[in-house]
Structure formats: structure tokens, C-alpha cells
Antibody, heavy 119, light 109 residues
Framework: EVVLVESGGGLVEPGGSLRLSCAASGFSFSNYAMGWVRQAPGKGLEWVSAVCAGGGCTYYADSVRGQFTISRDNSKNTIFLQMDALRAEDTARYYC????????????WGQGTLVTVSS | QSALTQPASVSGSPGQSITISCTGSSSDLGSYNLVSWYQQYPGKAPKIMIYEVTKRPSGVSNRFSGSRSGNTASLTISGLQADDEADYYCCSYAGSSTWVFGGGTKLTV
């Protein structure tokens, strides 16, 4: 069974930083791309970032490029999202997501971790 | 990276069929047969219902079906049941490991 467990969310002031983590189990982690999708309160889903299986390639939505950094540690079956210069509009639940082997479909989601940016 | 367009809400009675549309552009939905649909209950994580336009993951009811024509994809739910009431999101692969979602559709049964 695929299980994704996010952590690291919380309340942060505007301009601050947070590092999210996602621990994965139930599949051969190092063989799959992974990513993050966020959902602002009462709003829809927004794809944020992805990292390829080996970790050497990263991808970002225009809205977070240069502000967020995705990475992974295949020895620990974990991905990370470093979020800097946070703004109120970054307030959202951040979901960790697994990408199917084809590399083109998000197939499993974690339960999410809530990030609130407020003074 | 503009969001795909979905109706904000649709409704139907138990036993009926409904269809949710999802419109994109030639750079995303229109370029790839890589549309997926997710069901989300309030406070829960999304669950994949359809992928690659028409494919159902194991365990998903065959009451759920997908299609695509040009820049528009559709999700059809037949034989509506009370527990189908949820938010539904379409998603298209947009190339180079990027994705774009629709704004979501609230289904009321």
C-alpha cells in the first residue's frame, strides 16, 4: 500500500521560511517521480513542483519558481519542499504526490500539511 | 500555466447520469491524451478516478468514465449514488513534468 506522510507545516510570518517533508512507503521510491500540489482554503488544486526519480531534475510552477526548492533523499524515501520568502498567498494545504511510472499522471496523494502565512 | 475550466457545480438525482466538462488549451489538454480526474471529499485528500482520459484505476467503479474531444475532456458518472457527492478536479499533463488542474466542480446528488 502506498503511503505518503507530510510534515513540517505550521504558522509562519510573511517573509519567513518553512521546509516540508514527505515520507513515502509501500513502493520502490527511487523509481518514481514525486511532487507537491497545494490547495488554498476553499480553493482548487494547484500543481507546485516535481522532482524526477533520481533527483537531478526539478520542475516548478511559475508562481513558485525561484521561491521554492524541491529535493529528495532516496536513501530515506523522502522528498522535501524548501519554501522561502513566504507570502500570504502561499497559505494552503500542501499535498505530497506520487507520479505513475509513465511520468505523466499523479496517482497517489498524502493527507497534506497546512501552511499558514500570517503575522 | 492557466487553470483548466470546469463548471463550478453540477447536480443530479440518484440513478441519473451527469457529465462534468473540463476545457483547456492546445498546449495542455489538447496536446496530450493525459487527462486525469480526482474525487475529493471535504477535508480529505484527492483520489484518482480516471487517468489517461479513459482508464480506471483498480477499484474504481465502472460507473465513472472519461472522454476527450479536442481541448475538452469530460467525466461522466452514471447511476448516481449519494456518496458520489464530492468535488471533482480534472488535471492535464502539460509537458516537461508539469501539470495543470481545473478549478474543481462540486457535485450535489
Amino acid at each position: 500500500e502506498v503511503v505518503l506522510v507530510e510534515s513540517g507545516g505550521g504558522l509562519v510570518e510573511p517573509g519567513g521560511s518553512l521546509r516540508l517533508s514527505c515520507a513515502a512507503s509501500g513502493f520502490s521510491f527511487s523509481n518514481y517521480a514525486m511532487g507537491w500540489v497545494r490547495q488554498a482554503p476553499g480553493k482548487g488544486l494547484e500543481w507546485v513542483s516535481a522532482v524526477c526519480a533520481g533527483g537531478g531534475c526539478t520542475y516548478y510552477a511559475d508562481s513558485v519558481r525561484g521561491q521554492f526548492t524541491i529535493s529528495r533523499d532516496n536513501s530515506k524515501n523522502t522528498i522535501f519542499l524548501q519554501m522561502d520568502a513566504l507570502r500570504a498567498e502561499d497559505t494552503a494545504r500542501y499535498y505530497c504526490a506520487k507520479v505513475r511510472g509513465s511520468g505523466t499522471t499523479i496517482d497517489y496523494w498524502g493527507q497534506g500539511t497546512l501552511v499558514t502565512v500570517s503575522s | 500555466q492557466s487553470a483548466l475550466t470546469q463548471p463550478a457545480s453540477v447536480s443530479g438525482s440518484p440513478g441519473q447520469s451527469i457529465t462534468i466538462s473540463c476545457t483547456g488549451s492546445s498546449s495542455d489538454l489538447g496536446s496530450y491524451n493525459l487527462v486525469s480526474w480526482y474525487q475529493q471529499y471535504p477535508g480529505k485528500a484527492p483520489k484518482i478516478m480516471i487517468y489517461e482520459v479513459t482508464k480506471r484505476p483498480s477499484g474504481v467503479s465502472n460507473r465513472f468514465s472519461g472522454s476527450r474531444s479536442g481541448n475538452t475532456a469530460s467525466l461522466t458518472i452514471s447511476g448516481l449514488q449519494a456518496d458520489d457527492e464530492a468535488d471533482y478536479y480534472c488535471c492535464s499533463y502539460a509537458g516537461s513534468s508539469t501539470w495543470v488542474f481545473g478549478g474543481g466542480t462540486k457535485l450535489t446528488v
